[in-house]
């Protein structure tokens, strides 16, 4: 079977806000969307934005979290051709209404990250990997 991922889906508490947060912070322009739901095309697969209820239904999971509950240990990660770009980008990203989670630092294997979670609280490195190139396409390859 094809290794790869065609979509990913975010529930979310407010499309508006989480509009701002992809498109002031990112940049990102929406492909498509609906009142009641948005999609980004990426490179190579698709980023959605749902309201978490609707998400829930479709998945035929309602209230699968509670409200305070802790936020699983995941990341979606956008790596950036430099160092020098990972700060500016947490700042952006918190400015346009999310939450810096952890100021850039080089971690002990190598390269330049940091942590913003958005406004609904999905966490995202942003991060520079030397051993990482990113192609025309913005695709990132394992270049160990």
Same mark, same amino acid.
């Given at each position: 079977m094809q290794q790869q991922i065609s979509l990913?889906? @975010? #529930?979310i508490a &407010?499309?508006?806000?989480?509009?701002r947060f992809y498109g002031e912070g990112f940049g990102w322009t929406p492909v498509f969307e609906t009142p009641g739901i948005v999609f980004y095309q990426m490179n190579g @697969?698709?980023?959605g934005l749902w309201?978490?209820? &609707? @998400?829930? /239904? &479709?998945?035929?999971?309602? #209230?699968?979290?509670? +409200? @305070?509950v802790r936020p699983g %240990?995941?990341?979606l990660a956008h790596n950036v051709?430099? !160092? /020098? &770009? +990972? !700060?500016p980008l947490l700042d952006r990203l918190a400015a346009a209404g999310g939450r810096m989670l952890r100021v /850039?630092? /080089?971690?002990?294997?190598?390269?330049?990250?940091g942590y913003v979670a958005d406004p609904d609280d999905h966490a995202w490195e942003i991060a520079w990997n030397? %051993?990482?190139?990113?192609?025309?396409?913005?695709? +990132?390859k394992f270049g160990i």
């Open positions: 990913i889906t @975010l #529930g &407010d499309i508006a806000r989480s509009k @697969l698709m980023l309201p978490t209820p &609707d @998400l829930e /239904a &479709d998945m035929q999971r309602p #209230g699968q979290r509670p +409200v @305070l %240990a995941f990341a051709a430099t !160092q /020098a &770009d +990972v !700060q /850039a630092d /080089a971690p002990p294997h190598g390269g330049f990250r030397p %051993a990482w190139p990113i192609d025309a396409e913005g695709r +990132v």
